[in-house]
T-cell receptor
Framework: QKEVEQNSGPLSVPEGAIASLNCTYS??????FFWYRQYSGKSPELIMFIYSNGDKEDGRFTAQLNKASQYVSLLIRDSQPSDSATYLC?????????FGAGTTVTVRA | DGGITQSPKYLFRKEGQNVTLSCEQN?????MYWYRQDPGQGLRLIYY???????QKGDIAEGYSVSREKKESFPLTVTSAQKNPTAFYLC??????????????FGDGTRLSIL
């Protein structure tokens, strides 16, 4: 069983719509959770982190965490063509991060 | 500017050759990490180091070696024992533990291919 699983893509959304990305994890001891954005051919860049149950908003991005369900999600509101990228979910346990395989998002104009 | 510098950007390895990928950071971070990324896949941890002169194997350490003689530097050697080295290699650093958050910051990566 994979430690971190993300919904399979690719995910295509029209410009201005909401993109919803999901991630589940297996280690109940995980304490902090991260979303990275990776453009094609580039390295990942951190866009959000969350460690308490509930929602955390940063501009057009909202991360949601439910530790009981071992579930973390990322919402991208008012999607823009520049949001087209692969989004990686990462989960922290024991000073290490475990990454999901990523979900590729395409925002069509 | 503070950051993580990886070099070279592209590297070609001949059969039977060891190659070393460089990673330098000036963020004053104690922890450093090496990941491998294959097309369409997430990042897999090769080695990590939380402090100078100490490092631990990650999930896919076979065929790789590292050293951590200085806080700023964490070079990765891909040995001839690694039979499938073609991948995108990413170095990251972080403050090892500040409460619950240990966000990692990445260098620009090195693409390694076999000649």
């Amino acid at each position: 069983q994979k430690e971190v699983e993300q919904n399979s893509g690719p995910l295509s959304v029209p410009e201005g719509a909401i993109a919803s990305l999901n991630c589940t994890y297996s280690d109940r001891g995980s304490q902090s959770f991260f979303w990275y954005r990776q453009y094609s051919g580039k390295s990942p860049e951190l866009i959000m982190f969350i460690y308490s149950n509930g929602d955390k908003e940063d501009g057009r991005f909202t991360a949601q965490l439910n530790k009981a369900s071992q579930y973390v999600s990322l919402l991208i509101r008012d999607s823009q063509p520049s949001d087209s990228a692969t989004y990686l979910c990462a989960v922290n346990a024991d000073y290490k991060l475990s990454f999901g395989a990523g979900t590729t998002v395409t925002v069509r104009a | 500017d503070g950051g993580i510098t990886q070099s070279p950007k592209y590297l070609f390895r001949k059969e039977g050759q060891n190659v070393t990928l460089s990673c330098e950071q000036n963020l004053n971070h104690d922890a450093m990490y090496w990941y491998r990324q294959d097309p369409g896949q997430g990042l897999r941890l090769i080695y990590y180091s939380q402090i100078v002169n100490d490092f631990q194997k990650g999930d896919i350490a076979e065929g790789y070696s590292v050293s951590r003689e200085k806080k700023e530097s964490f070079p990765l050697t891909v040995t001839s024992a690694q039979k499938n080295p073609t991948a995108f290699y990413l170095c990251a650093s972080s403050i090892p533990d500040t409460g619950l958050v240990i966000a990692q910051h990445f260098g620009d990566g090195t693409r390694l291919s076999i000649l």
